[in-house]
């Protein structure tokens, strides 16, 4: 069957250090792998796409790494603030085109 | 702000009411989405509309219902719902129908259904 497995369902870090998600996936063959960020009670915001010819894209503090092999991404921030403390989701894309999210996890960044 | 305003932010209904969500975007996008959040789950995908042509149902019971009057306008009709369908309801929307471009989320509905 296919799934997209987020790591973990909280994370706790403290701040400074470099926050590490994982999403990892089955049965599909992504052409491109998004990440978004969610607050309580507000919709994702989009942070970072990458292709799957592209093995690294950064965006500042952000570094997103994508393993068609592994079949895993990987979801970096480095120097964490408290103000990084959300959720987390990651999205593929199937064989319709359409996005198939992950279902998140949750980062805190203590002070 | 994202661009993709929905109304109303919280709705409680009861299982025999009549109610609907309303989702506008002005970013000229061509496609339009209907999600579904309950806790701990990942967001599941309802509908899709392209060019305002539904695309894409994935197997959403018959009292969800969507309409698209035109590309800036989505809703989700609601009725006769069950508990069960209590949750955060997310409209999107993306320039196209193609996962190569991101897509921009509203702050979302939390529908209760008593």
């Known amino acids: 069957s296919q799934k997209i497995e987020q790591n973990s369902e909280a994370l706790n870090i403290q701040e400074g250090k470099t926050a590490t998600l994982t999403c990892n996936y089955t049965n599909y063959s992504p052409a491109y792998l998004q990440w978004y960020r969610q607050d309580p009670g507000r919709g994702p915001v989009f942070l970072l796409l990458?292709?799957?010819?592209?093995k690294e894209k950064r965006k500042e503090r952000l570094k997103v790494t994508f393993d068609t092999t592994l079949k895993q991404s990987l979801f970096h921030i480095t120097a964490s603030q408290p103000a990084d403390s959300a959720t987390y989701l990651c999205a593929l894309d199937t064989n319709n085109n359409d996005m198939r999210f992950g279902a998140g996890t949750r980062l805190t960044v203590k002070p | 702000e994202t661009g993709v305003t929905q109304t109303p932010r919280h709705l409680v209904m009861g299982m025999t009411n009549k109610k609907s969500l309303k989702c506008e975007q002005h970013l000229g996008h061509n496609a339009m989405y209907w999600y579904k959040q309950s806790a701990k789950k990942p967001l599941e995908l309802m509908f899709v509309y392209s060019l305002e042509e539904r695309v894409e149902n994935n197997s959403v019971p018959s009292r969800f219902s969507p309409e698209c009057p035109n590309s800036s306008h989505l809703f989700l009709h609601l009725h006769t719902l069950q508990p069960e369908d209590s949750a955060l309801y997310l409209c999107a929307s993306s320039q196209e129908y193609r996962m190569n471009t991101e897509a921009f989320f509203g702050q979302g509905t939390r529908l209760t259904v008593v």
């Open positions: 990458i292709r799957e010819n592209e």
